[in-house]
């Protein structure tokens, strides 16, 4: 069953040297995993509330082992320090759901 990974994310943008080590390390990461982007988005707009990151990606892997490969990997392990320099806020999460549309009554109650 495929896991949906949420990443909200904000770039350090005086750090260009750690996300281009971070990204040399994870992208290969990743493509090991079979992980797949399926969309990026700038959150540019705040409705109600505060911005929570600059940017939101959603990642597909093809199960949860898949995610702890990543995650749990010694190389992974070692990006972490590159990813503390080029990320003011790295939060990653696990969506749980199905792809059927829900109205917003449904989402709500």
Do not use: C, H, W
Request: no cysteine.
């Amino acid at each position: 069953m495929t896991v949906t990974v949420i990443a909200l994310l904000s770039i350090n943008e005086d750090e260009p040297a750690a996300l281009g080590e971070y990204l040399r390390i994870t992208g290969p990461l990743l493509d090991r995993a079979g992980a797949r982007i399926l969309k990026r988005f700038a959150l540019s707009e705040i409705v109600v509330g505060s911005r929570p990151a600059q940017t939101a990606v959603i990642v597909e892997y093809p199960d949860r082992a898949a995610v702890d490969m990543v995650f749990k990997s010694g190389e992974y392990q070692r990006a972490i320090p590159a990813r503390d320099r080029a990320f003011s806020r790295y939060n990653i999460t696990i969506g749980v759901g199905d792809d059927v549309p829900v109205s917003v009554a449904e989402q709500i109650g």
